[in-house]
């Protein structure tokens, strides 16, 4: 995620970190390139049909009200990804608290909060397709199973079932932490769906065969009025819609490493220091920006 100022005049012509210049440059440079070719064959060589530019009119904003529609799509999987790793946080916080009401044997305590720390790090781990050893610093031998995340959930529920069976933990105390891990265990399986459904692959095709169908199209359309200008125009109109297809996919892949997804290293750090206090550790250090890139 990108973490800056209200960019000025310097930053909106010049900054590249967080935007998707870089990926969208080679389409504008075909867009451009081609524009010019057809301005010299049309001046030079053979004169090409002129068509009204009014047909592009109408067909540019349909193309732009069906980006809209689906930039709006990936926002919403974006926006509910975060309000899910919020929720997270905040029942791993109420986890820490309700352990320490709850779960009298200090080393159980450490034990499941331990978990939880484990859990986090090998959910984010799971959804960004990663491997990553973060989990071993709080448990060192994870516990086995298909699925990392859940087997360390269900690790959790048996401590919780151990200390209802030796009676250090009663029946209140019980039913609120499994409460509470059927609440982590639900922001979980939201994160999954996200990360394991994204928008329907036709839509992608549909638009970026249409975003390069009407720029190809686009300078017959504008020889007339735009001259020699009209790679110019082209290519300013492809860096439009190109950016926004490609910002809608980075969107609509909330947990993926790119510049403009989750900062899910800086939210399990949180939960590190939410949690460290309820160990008697020292709070580590929140994630920093690096070149205004929260990760």
Same mark, same amino acid.
């Given at each position: 995620m990108i973490l800056r100022d209200k960019p000025g005049v310097? %930053?909106?012509?010049?900054?590249t970190r967080g935007s998707?210049?870089? /990926? &969208?440059?080679?389409?504008?440079? &075909?867009?451009?390139?081609?524009?010019?070719?057809?301005?010299l064959l049309d001046k030079h060589w053979a004169p090409l049909t002129h068509?009204?530019?009014?047909?592009? $009119? &109408?067909? !540019?904003?349909? +193309?732009?009200?069906?980006?809209?529609?689906?930039?709006?799509a990936a926002y919403e999987r974006w926006w509910e990804a975060r309000k899910l790793w919020g929720q997270l946080i905040a029942d791993m916080r109420a986890l820490g608290r309700e352990t320490g009401l709850f779960l009298g044997p200090p080393a159980r305590r450490e034990r499941v909060l331990r978990l939880a720390l484990s859990f986090?790090?090998?959910?984010?781990?799971? +959804?960004?397709?990663?491997?990553?050893? /973060?989990? /071993?610093?709080?448990?060192?031998?994870? =516990?086995?199973?298909?699925?990392?995340?859940?087997?360390?959930?269900?690790?959790?529920?048996? %401590?919780? $079932?151990?200390?209802?069976? %030796? !009676?250090?933990?009663?029946?209140y105390g019980q039913r609120a932490l499994s409460q509470r891990l059927a609440a982590i265990t639900y922001a979980q399986a939201g994160c999954e769906r996200i990360a394991n459904t994204p928008l329907p692959y036709v839509y992608s095709l549909l638009? #970026?065969? $249409?975003?390069? +169908?009407? *720029?190809? +199209?686009?300078?017959?359309?504008?020889?007339?009025?735009?001259?020699w200008l009209t790679p110019v125009f082209a290519g300013v109109v492809a860096y439009v819609f190109f950016g926004l297809a490609e910002v809608t996919? %980075?969107? !609509?892949?909330? #947990?993926?490493?790119?510049?403009?997804?989750?900062?899910?290293?800086?939210? *399990?750090?949180?939960?590190e220091i939410s949690l460290a206090p309820h160990l008697g550790l020292t709070p580590p250090e =929140?994630?920093? =920006? &690096?070149?205004?890139l929260l990760t």
């Open positions: 310097r %930053e909106l012509l010049f900054a998707i210049i870089l /990926k &969208v440059l080679p389409q504008v440079g &075909v867009v451009a390139g081609w524009s010019l070719l057809i301005y068509p009204n530019i009014a047909p592009f $009119t &109408v067909f !540019g904003i349909a +193309l732009s009200l069906f980006l809209g529609f689906r930039n709006n986090v790090h090998l959910h984010r781990a799971n +959804l960004r397709r990663v491997a990553d050893g /973060k989990a /071993k610093e709080w448990v060192g031998a994870l =516990p086995a199973g298909p699925h990392p995340p859940c087997a360390a959930l269900d690790a959790m529920a048996e %401590e919780l $079932t151990l200390a209802a069976r %030796e !009676g250090t933990l009663d029946g638009i #970026f065969r $249409t975003v390069w +169908l009407y *720029c190809l +199209l686009l300078p017959l359309g504008l020889i007339d009025t735009a001259g996919e %980075e969107l !609509g892949h909330p #947990f993926g490493p790119t510049p403009n997804g989750l900062p899910l290293d800086a939210m *399990c750090r949180t939960v =929140p994630v920093r =920006p &690096v070149d205004y």
